[in-house]
């Protein structure tokens, strides 16, 4: 396949190398000169050091946020007829993690925000009801403050899928910090990527803890070499362990970075051919953004997003078609009209750290072009 040489990408992997490559290179050395491949020092590090990051007692590195979101479920013990409120706008593991508890997901619509309508989520809850996993998408949060409210007063387990949105906040509540667990993804792409997959889980609870601990390990309890109970193989490689451990100490300059190439957006955008942009880094009240995703909304996304790639600007639609409308996941019954527009109108435009003021200028005045044009 060849490439297409874009003038902006979505996201630029050489670039962020390039810029760490020297931390990254020792990381690895060392590693692999110790034989430290699986659950060594650098892992036990990364997760102290990601634990305080988040404001909790314990986080796990696992192989993927796909893993963290099906294992939290599994270890809070959700199963056959329970059933779990989320959200259709989201990344088809969400759902996935559900279903393959062999529980049923409740799906409930979107608010103008694109975080679950926490409006409808009384209607959603039924006494079948066991869990809620707000998803806190592009890098902002849904309310926790509201969802632990619910919660609480149901008798409701929280799993936040915090996987766009570590570093996020909302009041007092950091993303992946104040429900049972939160659920974290290091895919390459995301705000503290690594290279390849990997996720981890975060939480208070001591007893969770042991319990993924012990799920991701094949039920293997090293210290007495003892199985305790059927597990999978959901590590963390050390070498990745390693290398985000690096990145960590990073991840507050990127935020910052992020959100001022949001605030560059946000002011060459505002009032630009009836775009919806989401809201500007300091305009945002309670919420600290963290601009996992830069969405745009138009009615006109299609050729608009045709004419950004002949510009050579690299773009993402997340999701062309929502979870609920592929026939095969039998979520059909679910009608969501928020979620059904949204899907239709949202264009992800480049967001990344290591993006100069130049590419953000150009992508804004490609985009000026286009509805000058309309
Ligand atoms: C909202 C959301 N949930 C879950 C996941 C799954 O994470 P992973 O790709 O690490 O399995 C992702 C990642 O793409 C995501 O964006």
């Not at 926790?144 to 799993?159: C, G, P, T």
């Not at 959901?234 to 935020?255: E, F, G, T, V, Y």
Request: charged share 25%; proline share 4%; aromatic share 8%.
């Amino acid at each position: 396949m060849i490439a297409m040489a874009y003038k902006v990408r979505f996201v630029n992997y050489p670039e962020h190398y390039k810029r760490i490559w020297g931390e990254v290179r020792g990381a690895i050395d060392e590693c692999l000169s110790k034989g430290d491949l699986i659950a060594r020092k650098q892992l036990d590090d990364f997760e102290a050091n990601l634990a305080k990051f988040v404001g909790v007692k314990h986080a796990l590195g696992l192989n993927s946020g796909t893993d963290a979101l099906l294992l939290s479920l599994k270890a809070a013990g959700i199963g056959k007829g329970d059933e779990v409120v989320t959200v259709s706008h989201t990344f088809v593991a969400t759902i996935m993690s559900i279903v393959f508890n062999s529980a049923t997901p409740k799906l409930v619509d979107i608010g103008e925000d694109m975080e679950m309508d926490l409006s409808k989520l009384d209607d959603a809850i039924t006494r079948k009801t066991r869990a809620i996993i707000p998803v806190h998408l592009n890098g902002r949060m849904t309310d926790m403050r509201a969802v632990n409210k619910i919660a609480k007063e149901r008798d409701l387990v929280v799993v936040e899928d915090a996987a766009q949105a570590l570093g996020a906040r909302v009041g007092s509540c950091n993303s992946g910090g104040t429900g049972l667990t939160g659920c974290f993804s290091f895919y390459p792409a995301k705000i503290l990527g690594c290279a390849g997959d990997g996720g981890a889980l975060t939480t208070n609870d001591d007893a969770i803890a042991r319990d993924i601990k012990l799920l991701r390990d094949h039920g293997f309890k090293r210290d007495t070499n003892e199985l305790v109970m059927y597990g999978f193989n959901s590590r963390l490689d050390n070498i990745q362990a390693a290398m985000l451990d690096i990145k960590l100490k990073h991840l507050p300059d990127w935020i910052r970075r992020r959100r001022g190439i949001a605030a560059m957006y946000d002011k060459g955008l505002r009032g630009c051919g009836g775009l919806k942009l989401p809201p500007g880094p300091d305009n945002s009240g309670d919420y600290l953004d963290v601009f996992q995703n830069y969405v745009i909304r138009s009615e006109k996304r299609d050729k608009l997003n045709a004419f950004l790639k002949e510009k050579g600007v690299e773009t993402l639609v997340s999701w062309p078609k929502p979870n609920h409308l592929h026939p095969a996941l039998g979520l059909t019954r679910f009608k969501l009209p928020m979620t059904e527009k949204t899907s239709q109108t949202v264009i992800s435009l480049p967001m990344y750290p290591e993006m100069s003021d130049d590419e953000v200028k150009y992508v804004v005045d490609v985009l000026k072009e286009f509805f000058e044009k309309e």
